[in-house]
Nanobody
Framework: QVQLVESGGGLVQPGGSLKLSCATSGSIFRFYGMGWYRQVPGNQREAVAAIFEDGTIIYGDSVKGRSTISRDSAKNMVELQLNSPEPDDTGVYLC??????????????WGQGTQVTVSS
C-alpha cells in the first residue's frame, strides 16, 4: 500500500511564497506521475501541477508562470513552489500519485490534503 503525506500548508500572505511537499511511503515499483489538485468548497477539483515519468510537466492555467513542481526521484517525493499567492489560491491542496506496486499493480493514490489560506 502506498500512502501520501502532504506538508507545507497554512496561512500565507498574498504576494509571499508557498512550498508544498508530498512524500510517499510504501514500495513503489514504477512511477507514472505525481502532482497536485486544489479543492474549493462548491467548486470542481482543479488541477494545479503534475510531473510525469518522461519528465513532462503541466500546470493549471491559474498558476501557470508562478509555480514550479519538482520531483526527487530517489524519494518519490514532489514539491510545489507557488510564488505570489493570491486569495484565489486558497483551498485544500491534494497530492496524487499514479504508481504501480508489485501487490496492487498500477493505481492512483491520494493524500488527505493540506489547507492553504492566502490572506493578509
Amino acid at each position: 500500500q502506498v500512502q501520501l503525506v502532504e506538508s507545507g500548508g497554512g496561512l500565507v500572505q498574498p504576494g509571499g511564497s508557498l512550498k508544498l511537499s508530498c512524500a510517499t511511503s510504501g514500495s513503489i515499483f514504477r512511477f507514472y506521475g505525481m502532482g497536485w489538485y486544489r479543492q474549493v468548497p462548491g467548486n470542481q477539483r482543479e488541477a494545479v501541477a503534475a510531473i510525469f515519468e518522461d519528465g513532462t510537466i503541466i500546470y493549471g492555467d491559474s498558476v501557470k508562470g508562478r509555480s514550479t513542481i519538482s520531483r526527487d526521484s530517489a524519494k518519490n517525493m514532489v514539491e510545489l513552489q507557488l510564488n505570489s499567492p493570491e486569495p484565489d489560491d486558497t483551498g485544500v491542496y491534494l497530492c496524487f500519485a499514479d504508481v504501480s506496486t508489485v501487490q496492487n499493480g498500477r493505481r492512483q493514490y491520494w493524500g488527505q490534503g493540506t489547507q492553504v489560506t492566502v490572506s493578509s
